[in-house]
């Protein structure tokens, strides 16, 4: 086949009706290349593979008057929020927009479901929003999509999983439906369908999404139920379990609920280890807006707790029973960067008084504080520069209980310039406190070394200044130490005799303290000090009247 040349070969019937879109096609897993000619159906040979080589080079010169587009390929995953159809994997040129999917998902989907007819319209999703029509496929490797009717209104759907998914009763759904956009809290619902049931203990109740980014249950109580829009979510559906079938799971700002369904019950108790994978697996490292973790929380990391005492992982935990989990300092923090847009306003600061989310507050300043944080992190921060400002570093202190502020607790609160000045003054105490270190006396070096002490003669290994250790001055070049303390001996007795000369032939100022000499006139002078106003004094030596 000669470069350039079209194959003369029919291309495959499967092929046929995604050519009609110009540089998508499909791709036979999410991370590959796509091995088929967009036009020919057969596999790429060298010279084609040369020729668009070729091409790409020709076109990247024009790739800013084109507004930043060009022909590379970039691999997206479609995945449908009803998770109906698909996943399914294309290659699509970098520059090519939203409205040029909707064709071809259309038509992929009509070969699987009857239902994609003419009227069936596309919603594409990514990145916690709707996308427009001319947003740009690359931008989004991961683009969800829903198939939706005229007749589909966005509203809610509520069902009720022990009978089948059959839709629930319209009162329960138009509370249910005004519950979720009063914006209150999973824990409110699931009280609310309680009381439509009869029932007296709400922690029964199951309450799980269906569909969007991020199907299944809800655990968090003090999530707001809204917000879960955001995974592109619109149907709930409740179940209730048998009593006690449930662990409650107390965290730094709320409680979680663990179901049977979601773990085979075993003896009516469950493994810490099993309660702390599922903990890793489905309760924090999706809760993020974009559906996705950065908590990155091994289940290793999670300590669990029933009061009073550590629980090991073999032991059993009881259905029924309230278990408190600590994590580490630094995944607290990441956790409460991921979780915080799922809560609502519900403390007050004791500082600023603001309103803020539970997330805002430390569950404990510092690991020797016995008490619960009030004070938000905007105000904890503020309070460390104020205490650098008016205390040595090493004794700044808890606003509410005055505990000690360690070193990771300063650098948990305090911003980066804060930090980076507390963080300098640490070093040079630690290094201080070493023996036999010193700093260089240069006023343009911040070094320092070790010296060997019987050596007098200090030299930087930065600057290479160099200084005396004995006398803590620079290198007397010239002299030895003791020439230098002769030297100074025989300076300090030159003036301490003018010392005395000055204090038999002058007086101080009464003001400024200043030695006035007379060498001519009368006995009164105005010294010209630092106050306001002059002063006259009578003036007489030392001695004389």
């Known amino acids: 086949m000669e470069r350039g040349e079209k194959s003369r070969t029919s291309p495959s019937p499967w092929l046929s009706s995604f050519s009609r879109l110009s540089g998508i096609w499909p791709t036979s897993h999410r991370n590959t290349e796509p091995r088929l000619h967009p036009q020919s159906g057969h596999h790429r040979s060298q010279h084609d593979h040369d020729g668009n080589q070729n091409k790409d080079r020709a076109k990247s010169s024009d790739k800013h008057r084109d507004g930043g587009r060009c022909n590379e390929s970039v691999s997206i995953t479609l995945q449908d929020v009803d998770h109906r159809h698909g996943p399914f994997y294309l290659s699509v040129k970098r520059g090519s927009e939203v409205v040029r999917l909707e064709s071809w998902v259309k038509e992929r989907c009509r070969s699987l479901d009857r239902s994609a007819s003419s009227t069936v319209r596309v919603r594409f999703y990514a990145d916690a929003r709707e996308l427009g029509q001319h947003d740009l496929v690359a931008l989004n490797p991961s683009v969800w999509f829903r198939l939706v009717t005229p007749h589909d209104n966005d509203g809610w759907k509520f069902t009720d999983s022990n009978d089948g998914d059959k839709a629930l009763e319209a009162g329960l759904a138009d509370d249910m439906a005004q519950c979720v956009e009063a914006g209150n809290t999973v824990g409110q619902l699931r009280k609310l369908v309680a009381e439509h049931r009869g029932i007296d203990d709400p922690n029964r109740i199951v309450i799980r999404v269906r569909d969007g980014a991020r199907a299944g249950p809800l655990h968090g109580n003090m999530w707001e139920l809204r917000r879960v829009r955001s995974w592109f979510c619109r149907w709930l559906s409740v179940a209730v379990g048998p009593p006690r079938s449930y662990i409650i799971l107390e965290g730094p700002w709320g409680e979680y609920l663990f179901h049977p369904s979601e773990q085979p019950r075993v003896g009516g108790a469950v493994p810490a280890r099993e309660v702390k994978r599922i903990m890793e697996a489905r309760l924090f490292n999706s809760v993020g807006r974009l559906h996705t973790g950065k908590l990155k929380l091994k289940w290793s990391h999670i300590a669990l707790a029933s009061r009073p005492s550590r629980l090991g992982d073999d032991a059993l935990i009881s259905y029924g029973?309230?278990?408190?989990?600590?994590?580490?300092?630094?995944?607290?923090?990441?956790?409460?960067?991921?979780?915080?847009?799922?809560?609502?306003?519900?403390?007050?600061?004791?500082?600023?008084?603001?309103?803020?989310?539970?997330?805002?507050?430390?569950?404990?300043?510092?690991?020797?504080?016995?008490?619960?944080?009030?004070?938000?992190?905007?105000?904890?921060?503020?309070?460390?520069?104020?205490?650098?400002?008016?205390?040595?570093?090493?004794?700044?202190?808890?606003?509410?209980?005055?505990?000690?502020?360690?070193?990771?607790?300063?650098?948990?609160?305090?911003?980066?310039?804060?930090?980076?000045?507390?963080d300098a003054l640490a070093t040079r105490a630690a290094l201080e406190s070493i023996p036999d270190f010193k700093w260089c006396l240069s006023t343009s070096c911040e070094s320092g070394q070790i010296h060997d002490r019987n050596c007098t003669k200090f030299k930087c290994v930065v600057c290479k200044a160099k200084h005396c250790v004995r006398h803590n001055v620079p290198w007397h070049t010239g002299e030895t130490c003791d020439g230098y303390d002769r030297r100074n001996r025989r300076r300090r007795k030159d003036d301490k005799a003018s010392e005395e000369v000055i204090k038999k032939t002058s007086k101080a100022c009464p003001e400024c303290k200043q030695a006035v000499h007379k060498w001519i006139g009368c006995n009164h002078i105005t010294c010209k000090c630092t106050f306001s106003d002059p002063v006259l004094t009578s003036w007489a030596p030392s001695g004389v009247d």
């Open 321 to 422: 029973t309230r278990v408190r989990f600590d994590l580490p300092c630094y995944l607290e923090d990441v956790l409460a960067s991921q979780e915080s847009w799922l809560l609502h306003a519900s403390e007050t600061c004791a500082v600023c008084t603001d309103n803020k989310k539970p997330t805002d507050f430390p569950t404990r300043i510092t690991s020797g504080c016995k008490h619960k944080g009030t004070t938000c992190r905007d105000c904890l921060g503020q309070w460390i520069r104020s205490s650098l400002d008016t205390l040595t570093w090493d004794r700044l202190q808890c606003p509410e209980c005055r505990e000690p502020l360690k070193f990771d607790d300063v650098k948990r609160y305090a911003s980066k310039p804060d930090f980076d000045r507390y």
